[in-house]
């Protein structure tokens, strides 16, 4: 291949490569970095095995994550005592807004301790 043809790939990977997806990569993802990696070193199952294992444990941190900021969010902002049984739990927002919503309203304070700045 010529150095031409190899750089029109890479401006082709580059302006068809999508943005990440939110929520990280599972055990397909991290299991197939782990392949390669362990393709390169000679062992690529272990490397898949342990990508796998870390990818499905990546995710579950995720998740968990994002269920106790909703559980947060509801704890600040209790549903409404007069609403129907129907509209407490069907009118509900999903895990992830709640999680969103959360994040917007607590902001991480910057590493120098100052106050985050109230937009």
Known sequence: MTRTTRSLFAIAALLSATPALAEPGGCLKYGAVGAVGG?????????????????????????KNLREKAALWDKEHPADPNASWWQTHHDAASVAQKSQWYDAEHPATPASGEPAPQH
């Open 39 to 63: 393709h390169l070193a000679h062992h690529g199952v272990l490397g898949a095995l342990g990508g796998c294992a870390t990818g499905m444990y990546t995710r579950h941190e995720y998740r």
